[in-house]
């Protein structure tokens, strides 16, 4: 190392044989049926012309691969991430830099779950500072470079060995291939990338070759080489100063690093590996951005007075108090606030052709319209790293498949930040907190974990189970598409208590209207000759009836068979009085809805054919008396759950600049948008919840302040429909 100080400074990395870890995934028979081992290519119809990315094996990156490998070779797609993380809390400077390895023949629903342990920690990198000392920053900066790549190629040097000649792995069912694991992906956040690809961080792209002045221009620059990268480099060994070296390499916006530790390893492109980072370019990035520069030109009161107003969704954060005064914002709050921001100003786990066109024009529209940040003094400069990083978005998704199995959106919670507790966290935790002894303790209790989460799923799998590391497994019984609890929230409700309670003034009536066109539908269904028998409804005033405040759609993922179902839930909660008499009352929540009118579709497939939208007002079952005087006298099956709705407009064309549809308020004719236009359907009709913003009309719409996000729905007659609010919602609004 140039310049180095006279004493040497010791630097510990802890690993383990990342080729042994291989083998542990390899031969994990949780795994066995979640494996791909060789490429396939996956089309969307019959006549093979528009082709689906889906797991890694589906993608280009495989194929490549697999091309420039002897016959018979399974190609082992290495995907490592790094993220260094905070151990100590409000005291102490505490940390761990974990490298996490895992393998693309895993399938990528799999390997998002930390449970199952598709993610193997291989190692902790130095954290030790550097001491400066007579060193200039430059030096010190490109030792701590020097540094990250000698721990990481010391880690993953048996990795690099055995991509060349290949090594023979064991499956669980005694299968033996042999594998050549080349390393695929690279998860890292942008100051990582620039680390790992050895370019300068802020000015230059990882991935090609355009500068900070290009950032903005929506296009990607030449793509880098890796023997060209390395040669570069190595064209600065001779200059005789570390600020020589550093001149003559500024002009190809690199770092000197002699030996990268993907140098050398067959068939790797350290460029092409660098990940789309979900996290830190989409949600802490330019969704970050967008919200600052929506702020400048919309104000921060009225942003936050729309905020508020939003509607409620089931698994979507309602910003009580706006978004302006929020402070250290995380991801996911980021993430909250992109499911909303379109609404409130006006990632597929499957992509085809198609899609990843829809992407690219996408952005390409953004591109087109960006100035107005300018011009409005909302933004200083678009030359932002993170911009210019969505322009390779679709070219990692055609090479690697869907971003969900690799990218940095796992490392905040759900994910890596998951790792994070349970494999440096909770080591650290049971440590001393002794400098000198804290990694190596956090070794040693994580490698005993190990053995006992191993020797629990050999068991498992002895006894023909399968072992999930959770205290209460998921249950595996298959789900209703709609269901309600079993036992109603509000028993034997009158006709009048619902009209008060829920606001369905004209229960009674619908409920009759049901109840006719029930009977002639079901007769007809019979086949039976003649008209249908006369009956008598008994009076509708005198029954009571079972209430429930909620529904549960149970939706399947309708590009990913292993996927579980996505829970959504819709609210019909009158106003309650809490216990303690000083507290607030709760208030009333009825939920807009989707209606399949046709009656013969299935809960969450796509499109919004055949579907409209209203306010769930009841959910509720006919009383037994009804049912025998009725359905059983003229031998008919009794209905299920039925659901009083109010209407709202059918559904036009999208929107062209918020890609949203619009909907109003539906009006019986004749009383003068009085009287709400609304009916009795069955309970199995409802399709999903939905978001509903306050449609605003007008330039420079201010919201009116007597809207609340309680009486939103009553006071206010036209919405957009948010299709950001989840990835069911996108896949399926449209």
Not at 89 to 95: E, H, S, V
Not at 321 to 343: D, F, M, P, Y
Not at 460 to 488: H, N
């Amino acid at each position: 190392m140039r310049n180095s100080p006279s004493a040497i400074q010791p630097n510990l990395t802890f690993y383990r044989n990342p080729i042994e870890c291989l083998r542990a995934l390899w031969a994990d028979p949780a795994f066995s049926k979640h494996m791909s081992f060789a490429p396939e290519k996956r089309y969307a119809n019959a006549s093979q012309r528009v082709r689906l990315f889906t797991e890694m094996n589906t993608a280009d990156f495989w194929w490549e691969i697999q091309g420039k490998l002897p016959m018979g070779s399974t190609v082992v797609p290495i995907i490592i991430s790094t993220d260094k993380t905070e151990l100590s809390q409000f005291t102490g400077d505490a940390t761990a830099y974990p490298i996490y390895m895992t393998i693309g023949n895993i399938d990528s629903s799999i390997r998002r779950q930390p449970s199952r342990h598709a993610q193997i920690l291989i190692g902790y990198l130095p954290t030790t500072a550097i001491e400066k000392g007579d060193m200039s920053d430059l030096t010190v900066r490109n030792a701590r470079a020097q540094l990250f790549h000698a721990a990481v190629r010391a880690i993953l040097e048996p990795l690099r060995d055995a991509a060349a000649t290949g090594i023979p792995l064991k499956s669980s069912n005694g299968d033996v291939r042999n594998c050549h694991p080349i390393l695929a992906v690279y998860a890292a956040d942008y100051p990582e990338q620039s680390l790992v690809a050895c370019t300068r961080y802020g000015s230059r792209c990882p991935k090609c070759k355009a500068s900070k002045d290009e950032f903005s221009s929506g296009r990607p620059g030449d793509a880098r080489n890796p023997v060209e990268t390395l040669h570069t480099i190595h064209e600065a060994d001779d200059l005789n100063s570390m600020s020589a070296i550093d001149d003559f390499l500024q002009p190809f916006g690199l770092n000197y690093v002699p030996k990268p530790f993907w140098a050398d390893w067959e068939h790797a492109d350290i460029h092409r590996a660098i990940a789309p980072d979900i996290l830190h370019q989409l949600y802490q990035g330019m969704v970050k951005h967008l919200t600052a520069w929506a702020r400048h030109v919309v104000g921060d009161d009225e942003l936050d007075r729309r905020f508020k107003r939003a509607g409620l969704a089931h698994g979507l954060r309602h910003f009580s108090n706006g978004i302006s005064h929020l402070s250290r914002v995380s991801g996911t709050e980021h993430k909250a606030i992109a499911k909303q921001l379109v609404a409130c100003l006006a990632g597929y786990s499957c992509h085809t052709d198609e899609t990843l066109k829809m992407m690219e024009t996408a952005l390409d529209e953004f591109h087109k319209h960006k100035d107005v940040f300018l011009n409005t003094g909302a933004a200083e400069s678009l030359d932002l790293p993170k911009l210019h990083s969505l322009v390779h978005y679709t070219a990692s998704i055609r090479l690697f498949g869907v971003t969900g199995g690799y990218n940095t959106e796992q490392t905040e919670r759900e994910q890596t930040e998951r790792l994070h507790i349970d494999l440096a966290k909770r080591g650290y935790e049971a440590s001393n907190h002794r400098e000198q002894d804290i990694l190596p303790f956090m070794c040693s209790w994580l490698e005993r974990r190990e053995k006992m989460f191993r020797f629990a799923t050999y068991l498992a799998d002895r006894q023909g189970k399968t072992y999930i590391a959770l205290k209460r497994p998921p249950k595996a019984k298959e789900r209703p598409a709609v269901a309600v609890a079993d036992t109603a929230n509000d028993l034997h409700q009158s006709v009048e208590q619902i009209a008060t309670n829920h606001g369905a003034e004209h229960f009674a009536e619908h409920l009759v209207t049901y109840i006719k066109s029930y009977v002639k539908a079901e007769w007809k269904n019979k086949k039976r000759t003649g008209p249908v028998p006369s009956y008598e409804i008994p009076a509708i005033g005198t029954l009571g009836f079972d209430v429930w405040h909620r529904v549960k759609f149970n939706t399947p993922d309708i590009q990913t068979l292993d996927a579980p179902d996505t829970l959504d839930v819709a609210h019909a909660v009158p106003a309650r009085v809490r216990k303690a008499k000083r507290t607030k009352a709760l208030p009333a929540r009825f939920d807009p809805v989707m209606v399949e009118i046709n009656g013969d579709g299935v809960a969450g497939e796509g499109g919004m054919d055949g579907i409209r939208v209203a306010q769930l007002r009841v959910v509720f079952e006919l009383p037994e008396y009804l049912h025998v005087n009725v359905f059983d006298k003229l031998h008919l099956p009794r209905p299920g759950k039925l659901a009083y709705i109010e209407w709202f407009s059918k559904l036009g064309s999208v929107d062209d600049v918020t890609g949203m549809y619009s909907v109003r308020r539906s009006f019986k004719s004749g009383t003068q948008n009085k009287v709400r236009q609304a009916a009795v359907i069955e309970a199995i009709d409802l399709r999903r919840s939905c978001h509903f913003v306050a449609k605003l009309s007008g330039h420079k719409p201010a919201i009116p302040l007597h809207l609340t996000v309680d009486n939103l729905l009553e006071r206010w007659t036209d919405f957009w429909i948010n299709n950001f609010v989840d990835k069911a919602a996108y896949r399926s609004i449209y």
